[in-house]
């Protein structure tokens, strides 16, 4: 059963954060920040909910909190 997202933004954000692998992690972390980019540019334009704004926001600090950790971890040879 295909899980139910209730943002459009959710599905690529959420297997970026499940991939651990260093080599998958970038394209991954690129799709989930192209699909959060692409909704905040609707948002920009159409009015959604306070709910969403919050959750695109939490989303983009997660995947920026993620970026510097997968960089210190390359930085330290890990």
Request: glycine share 2%.
């Amino acid at each position: 059963m295909k899980p139910h997202y209730k943002y459009s933004w959710q599905e690529q954000y959420l297997d970026a954060l499940s991939h651990t692998s260093a080599a998958t992690l970038h394209t991954k972390i690129a799709a989930a920040r192209k699909a959060l980019d692409e909704r905040v540019a609707e948002l920009l334009v159409c009015k959604g909910s306070s709910a969403e704004r919050q959750a695109v926001i939490d989303a983009l600090f997660s995947l920026r909190f993620l970026e510097l950790q997968m960089r210190r971890t390359q930085q330290s040879g890990l």
